[in-house]
């Protein structure tokens, strides 16, 4: 986590946008953790990750369009299944 806020606070300093993503839930299995976090810059510099499979990379996604926007965004990143009642839900899913 230490490496992570490192570069984001270089970046910020030197004036280059980036994107951090932070995990703020998840019923991911185990794979991830509240706290865990991302930052990736404009040249696809990444640092830390999200260690949850496939999801890892919509994350990374997310965080790179947010960044240098100054702006939050919450999202909700996981497999979706359809329910009987064929509504949306996740399943296995990170906030």
């Known amino acids: ?14 004036g ?13 299995g185990g ?3 509240p706290g865990d976090l991302l930052a990736v810059d404009p040249s696809g510099d990444v640092r830390g990750g999200i ?3 496939c999801v890892e990379s919509a994350v990374l996604d997310a965080a790179r ?10 999202g909700l990143h996981g497999p979706i299944h ?3 009642d064929r509504a949306r839900r996740p399943a296995g899913s990170l906030r």
């Open 31 to 33: 794979l991830t953790a």
């Open 51 to 53: 260690p949850a499979g």
């Open 82 to 84: 359809r329910a009987p």
């Open 65 to 74: 369009r947010n960044g240098g926007t100054g702006r939050a965004r919450h």
């Open 1 to 14: 986590m230490d490496d992570v806020l490192a570069a984001a606070r270089d970046w910020r300093r030197r």
């Open 16 to 28: 280059i946008p980036f994107g951090l993503a932070t995990v703020a839930s998840s019923a991911a």
